[in-house]
């Protein structure tokens, strides 16, 4: 890759993915630098520091993996399509695979976990608001909503650690797509402490 070429969006997209790999200690410029085929002074052009480079990941993908999800699934008209499109979305293809379970590994850091808190209470809500679209009432919305994200969380954990004893959780195997149909069946059943959908 040509130095002129290498913008401030592939820096981030390499920190991101070194972030997958190793967590905070694996965002190093130099390491970036050689993957990116650059110099450290093409880092220097975007970022005056290497945590400025942190948190303008981490900002690119709350961007990418919540905001730009939450208004594309609020195009949907239909409560339960939404529900189904953003159960699908967030179960799907990883766009860099094992980076949630990292970034959840790593808020000890302050900017990680400042991200991530911010990160979970935008789904969190947004899943409330699907769930009450689709007519639950307030608490179970709410219960549904962290149920929906800790199996959401769950998914990509098996996926990640546990190749060989969940196969169905990797995109490839061929029983994937019935184990995600299933569960997200099982996020969407009528009824539960309250009264179920309206």
Do not use: C
Not at 56 to 76: D, P
Not at 132 to 159: I, K, Q, S
Request: overall charge negative; glycine content about 8%.
């Amino acid at each position: 890759m040509a130095k002129g070429k290498v913008s401030k969006g592939d820096w981030t997209l390499a920190a991101l993915r070194a972030f997958a790999r190793g967590g905070v200690a694996a965002v190093a410029v130099d390491v970036l630098a050689r993957e990116l085929g650059v110099t450290r002074g093409s880092f220097y052009w975007h970022f005056e520091n290497r945590e400025a480079l942190l948190v303008a990941a981490l900002e690119t993908w709350e961007r990418h993996g919540t905001a730009e999800v939450i208004a594309a699934v609020r195009e949907e008209a239909d409560p339960l399509a939404r529900a189904r499109t953003l159960l699908a979305e967030a179960l799907g293809d990883e766009k860099i695979a094992g980076l949630e379970p990292a970034l959840a590994a790593h808020t000890g850091h302050p900017a990680v976990a400042e991200v991530v808190a911010r990160v979970t209470r935008a789904r969190l809500a947004f899943l409330e608001e699907v769930y009450a679209d689709v007519g639950f009432g307030p608490r179970d919305a709410r219960h549904r909503a962290l149920a929906a994200y800790a199996a959401y969380l769950g998914w990509l954990e098996l996926r990640r650690t546990a190749p060989d004893a969940a196969p169905e959780a990797q995109l490839q195997d061929p029983g994937s797509a019935a184990a995600l149909d299933h569960l997200v069946d099982m996020i969407l059943a009528p009824g539960g402490p309250e009264t179920g959908p309206a």
